[in-house]
């Protein structure tokens, strides 16, 4: 008997069930013994508090198109994980007591960043982890990409798309924020689909005074209107303590310009996957599963230069996908006209 836990960490993305289904389908298609299954609720709470439920056949029947996790999740941060809990409960004790009780022989993960440093940690701990790479900010070490990423890049440049008719009705200048977290991946790619004039990223300081020369420019070449994307992460930390009503004032004034701000904020992370993420997760689950199947433990799979790679899991955790501001994508984007600010 094989069996085989889940859990979804952090905050959700489009293609998580996609991504378990993938792992599902992979298993009993190929196992040569019987195989359970055991979801954990809310993330790593449901492993440190053994709240689960067997999954069966039936709860990955028509999940491949359905955003969000059907185990829920949650962010338990790496910071305290080894602080007991309000109860004084040691999470990470807790945590493997559970892993044993089930007898598991693996726990797939679907995470990001912080949940990857709390997989690894498990993985030191004798706990068998096979991870998903989740995120919309594509930040996560060691894969080109992750799943989410392309779905979220699909609707924030659709947002900046229905952006460009009203401000171009006005002769406004829109500043559009986009998620990313500390990373411009995002807002880079879905800047430049949208057609964005201004991209503001994390990677890349900018300065006010370049911006609003970027804008003059626009007004001279006869552009009605400009459209900035800004990295949530590139909002300087003096601009983020001001409402967004006190920000547009300060903008306005640098640029004596009539602003407006956008942000589609949650958005981002929601709704069914695009087709490019249901084929990535799916491709996902099935090496994943591929590698559970093999016995191969504490990998992340991953994507690099076309192929799909394992990725030991103390290689991920700890460390940020960040955009190189010297990368081709950059250039390009400059030498089509795109501002960084810089
Ligand atoms: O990591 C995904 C993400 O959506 C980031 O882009 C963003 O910074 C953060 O999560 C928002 O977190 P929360 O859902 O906790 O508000």
Redesign the pocket.
């Known amino acids: 008997m094989l069996r085989i836990g889940f859990l979804t960490s952090?905050?959700d993305?489009q293609a998580l069930n996609a991504a378990m289904r993938g792992v599902f389908k992979c298993i009993v298609n190929n196992a040569k013994e019987p195989v359970e299954f055991y979801g954990f609720e809310d993330g790593y709470k449901g492993l440190i508090y053994g709240k689960f439920r067997i999954l069966t056949g039936q709860d990955f029947k028509g999940i491949l198109t359905r955003g969000g996790t059907i185990l829920g999740t949650s962010?338990v941060p790496f910071k305290t994980i080894r602080e007991p809990d309000e109860n004084g409960i040691d999470k990470v004790a807790a945590m493997k007591q559970t892993y044993h009780k089930l007898q598991l022989d693996c726990l797939v993960m679907g995470g990001?960043n912080g949940s990857h440093k709390t997989a690894n940690l498990l993985s030191e701990e004798g706990l068998n982890v096979v991870t998903l790479p989740k995120?919309?900010?594509n930040d996560l070490w060691g894969t080109d990409m992750t799943f989410g990423f392309q779905s979220a890049i699909d609707i924030a440049t659709k947002c900046i798309d229905d952006i460009h008719t009203t401000a171009s009705s006005h002769g406004r200048v829109f500043i559009v924020e986009i998620?990313?977290?500390k990373v411009g991946w995002?807002p880079l790619n879905a800047g430049i689909a949208g057609g964005a004039d201004i991209i503001l990223i994390p990677e890349i300081p900018y300065d006010i005074n370049k911006v609003v020369e970027a804008i003059e420019e626009r007004d001279k070449g006869g552009s009605r209107f400009t459209i900035i994307v800004v990295a949530?992460?590139a909002i300087s930390k003096e601009d983020a303590k001001l409402s967004k009503k006190e920000y547009k004032k300060k903008i306005t004034k640098a640029t004596g310009r009539e602003v407006r701000v956008t942000v589609p904020g949650?958005t981002?992370?929601g709704g069914a996957p695009d087709p490019y993420d249901r084929v990535f997760a799916t491709r996902i689950g099935a090496e994943a599963g591929k590698l559970i199947l093999k016995k191969e433990f504490g990998y992340m799979v991953g994507y690099k230069n076309r192929e799909m790679v394992k990725v030991p899991l103390s290689e991920v955790a700890g460390k940020l996908k960040m955009v190189d501001p010297k990368s081709s994508i950059i250039k390009e984007a400059k030498m089509v006209g795109i501002s960084f600010g810089d």
């Open positions: 952090g905050g993305c962010r990001g995120t919309i900010d998620m990313g977290h995002l949530e992460g949650h981002q992370r």
